[in-house]
């Protein structure tokens, strides 16, 4: 069973980058199958997909969010990790990591988050 | 780009069923997939492609899509069921992972 757990500040400063991994247990990041996702959530309100990547570096962001984030993969560590510049406290979030599975069905592609980490609040503020 | 409407809130007896619907143009030719999320926990996907249950996930949490809308129903509510739920689909068109904007499910 594949489990996720966020690590990272949880306190940043506006301008400055938040920096997250998610350690990626119970099977290897570069077995395929899966990509690699962060995913947000503001207080009290939905779900926001930021991006993910694939173990050989292959990414895809939120348009709304592309010109900030870069997410990278150790697969050395079996990690990835989540970079988002020049926070304002409008980022301050919960931010999950993900498995993301990609998969074609009668309806035709289709994708699906599997497996989450427990979520990390992350605040920015000075 | 390609939008998921649910209701804000559902509030439902123990022992009925909950309907939680999820409006999105075409929404019957995409798959849907449906997330619980309980206070302070992370989601946990409980149907995915329209109305299939992973492992573990008890029956009475059914699913169905068609038209321009897709449902989820939980039979038999439980006081342990009151989260908030999420619909998602992928829409390659667009910005490719849409989520729902999630009801909270309050049980009476």
């Known amino acids: 069973q594949v489990q996720l757990q966020e690590s990272g500040p949880g306190l940043v400063k506006p301008s400055q980058t938040l920096s997250l991994t998610c350690t990626v247990s119970?099977?290897?990041?570069?077995?395929?199958?899966?990509?690699w996702s962060w995913i947000r959530q503001h207080p009290g309100k939905g779900l926001e997909w930021i991006g993910y990547?694939?173990?050989?570096?292959?990414?895809y962001y939120n348009p709304s969010l592309k010109s900030r984030v870069t997410i990278s993969v150790d697969t050395s560590k079996n990690q990835f990790s989540l970079k988002l510049s020049s926070v304002t406290a409008a980022d301050t979030a919960v931010y999950y990591c993900?498995?993301?599975?990609?998969?074609?069905?009668?309806?035709?592609?289709?994708?699906?988050?599997?497996?989450w980490g427990q979520g990390t609040l992350v605040t920015v503020s000075s | 780009s390609y939008v998921l409407t649910q209701p804000p809130s559902v509030s439902v007896a123990p022992g009925q069923t909950a309907r939680i619907t999820c409006g999105g143009n075409?929404?019957?030719?995409?798959?849907v997939h449906w997330y619980q999320q309980k206070p302070g926990q992370a989601p946990v996907l409980v149907v995915y492609d329209d109305s299939d249950r992973p492992s573990g996930i008890p029956e009475r949490f059914s699913g169905s899509n068609s038209g321009n809308t897709a449902t989820l129903t939980i039979s038999r509510v439980e006081a342990g069921d009151e989260a908030d739920y999420y619909c998602q689909v992928w829409d390659s068109s667009s910005d490719p992972v849409v989520f729902g904007g999630g009801t909270k499910l309050t049980v009476l």
């Open positions: 993900a498995s993301k599975t990609y998969y074609y069905d009668s309806s035709g592609p289709t994708a699906l988050f599997q497996h």
């Open positions: 990547i694939y173990y050989s570096g292959s990414t």
């Open positions: 075409n929404i019957g030719s995409k798959s």
């Open positions: 119970g099977g290897s990041i570069s077995s395929g199958g899966y990509y």
